[in-house]
Nanobody, 126 residues
């Protein structure tokens, strides 16, 4: 089992940047496929980005491609989401998630993830 804690959210103006962190407990962080999702008020939770166990491959939603960068440091049990050129439509609660046995190609599906953090609010003002 792994526990996930997000941090780094906040209020930023459009065009600004934030870096989210997801700290994981336990010694098996490198065995988990990791992802970021977000949920805006009144909307469904949506996929943002994902990263493979070693960090060798990354995947992004079209809406954030070129602006967001996902990364992980297995030695620190931490995953990151660098968000640049933020837009008001990026406003949401951001969640990190971990999957024990995700089938490749299904990283966009929230049901594929076994563990979730509590979320961190990101608000982008226009």
């Amino acid at each position: 089992q792994v526990q996930l804690v997000e941090s780094g959210g906040g209020l930023v103006q459009a065009g600004g940047s934030l870096r989210l962190s997801c700290a994981a407990s336990g010694r098996t962080f490198s065995r988990y496929f990791m992802g970021w999702f977000r949920q805006a008020l009144g909307k469904e939770r949506e996929f943002v980005a994902a990263i493979t166990w070693s960090g060798g491959s990354t995947y992004y939603a079209d809406s954030v491609k070129g602006r967001f960068t996902i990364s992980r440091d297995n030695a620190k049990n931490t995953m990151y989401l660098q968000m640049n050129n933020l837009k008001p439509e990026d406003t949401a609660v951001y969640y990190c998630a971990a999957s024990r046995a995700l089938l490749l190609g299904r990283w966009v599906l929230s049901d594929e993830y076994d563990y979730w953090g509590q979320g961190t609010q990101v608000t982008v003002s226009s």
